[in-house]
């Protein structure tokens, strides 16, 4: 069975950076597509980012582009994603989702999810 534990979130003020890491466990991580979602009170949870098994193929919601950069280390088990620029309107709880598809990470999410952690960035 597949266990993500999410670290890294905390509270910045808007314009500073952050790293969120996500270790993956019980399976092959190799083989794993890796994603972040986020949801923000009172909004559903939106896609972020996500990146392929190799990490040679990656995608960004708008939002994220451009300040947002997703990667992985495979031979640590652990995907990141660095946050620059950040707004007040980043403050969510940021979700690491893993699935064998890249697709379905990028479409509604795939099967594993992590417990989340708490991004909050002050004006």
């Known amino acids: 069975q597949v266990q993500l534990v999410e670290s890294g979130g905390g509270l910045v003020q808007a314009g500073g950076s952050l790293r969120l890491s996500c270790v993956f466990t019980g399976r092959t991580f190799s083989s794993y597509a890796m994603g972040w979602y986020r949801q923000a009170p009172g909004k559903e949870r939106e896609f972020v980012a996500a990146?392929?098994?190799?990490?040679?193929?990656?995608t960004y919601a708008d939002s994220a582009k451009g300040r947002f950069t997703i990667s992985r280390d495979n031979a640590k088990n652990t995907m990141y994603l660095q946050m620059n620029s950040l707004k007040p309107e980043d403050t969510a709880v940021y979700y690491c989702?893993?699935?064998?598809?890249?697709?379905?990470?990028?479409?509604?999410?795939?099967?594993?999810w992590g417990q989340g952690t708490q991004v909050t960035v002050s004006s």
């Open positions: 989702n893993s699935d064998l598809s890249l697709a379905t990470i990028e479409r509604n999410g795939g099967d594993y």
């Open positions: 990146i392929s098994w190799r990490g040679g193929s990656t």
